[in-house]
Each structure stands twice: as structure tokens, then as C-alpha cells.
């Protein structure tokens, strides 16, 4: 809830399939005063958020399991909406025609997600 006189939060859609980080990212983006959209562990779970929800932006990891993230970075592009990938495999993982697209590689602190988010989405 905003308060009177503030912009709205900015609704934000976590894709991460590790508890551990998922549950660090819910809180920190939450604590940043972004609003959680949904935080799911898998594609169809982020598509079907996608269809269903507006976004202002997305944190995607690259790898689910044996899942890419690349229909969901698609959806998002299509929509215009912007995301920042997260990995632990580096640039090299990341679907070639989002190469331009920002990267947190993993593990990151909380500084370089702030940063980040700054920069993507603006606050």
C-alpha cells in the first residue's frame, strides 16, 4: 500500500527455483517497498502470472531444474516489460538474443541487487 502523494509500488514477478534465494529476494524486494507479484519456482508457474497479472518487472533465473527461462524472458519482451537475469553460470548461459539484457550473477549481496534494480526499473 502506498501512502498519499507516492507513486505505486513497483509489481514485481521473482522467478527462482532455489527456497533459499527465493524467500531472500521476496524479503528484500519487499523490505526495497516493491510489491511481490508472485515468486514461482518454474516456466508454467511464471507464464501463467504473466497472463494474469501487470508486471512493472522481473527477476529470472536463467536455469529451473532442468527448465531455461527463455519462453518467460519472450513473454516479457513481447510485453515490453523489463527483467534482469540471475545466474550462476555466467553470461554464457543466457539466451543469445537477450545477451544485452541485464545480469546479477550469482551469488550477489544485497548492494549489487539495489544497484541493479535501480538501474532496470527505476525507484
Do not use: W
Not at 527456497?19 to 519456482?41: H, K, M, N, R, Y
Not at 540471475?86 to 545480469?103: F, K, S, V
Not at 541487487?113 to 527505476?122: I, R
Request: charged share 25%.
Amino acid at each position: 500500500m502506498t501512502r498519499a502523494g507516492e507513486p505505486p509500488s513497483k509489481r514485481i514477478l521473482i522467478v527462482e527455483d532455489e527456497p533459499f534465494v527465493a524467500l531472500s529476494l521476496v524479503d528484500t524486494l519487499s523490505e526495497l517497498g516493491f510489491d511481490i507479484a508472485a515468486c514461482v519456482a518454474d516456466v508454467r508457474g511464471a507464464l501463467e502470472v504473466i497472463r494474469r497479472e501487470h508486471l512493472d518487472g522481473a527477476l529470472l533465473d536463467v536455469r529451473l531444474g532442468s527448465e531455461r527461462i527463455d519462453p518467460v524472458a519472450e513473454m516479457l519482451d513481447q510485453r515490453a516489460c523489463p527483467f534482469i537475469f540471475t545466474t550462476g553460470l555466467g553470461q554464457a548461459d543466457i539466451p543469445p538474443e537477450y545477451a544485452n539484457r541485464a545480469i546479477l550473477q550469482k551469488p550477489f549481496g544485497t548492494a549489487a541487487l539495489v544497484s541493479m534494480l535501480d538501474s532496470v526499473f527505476g525507484r
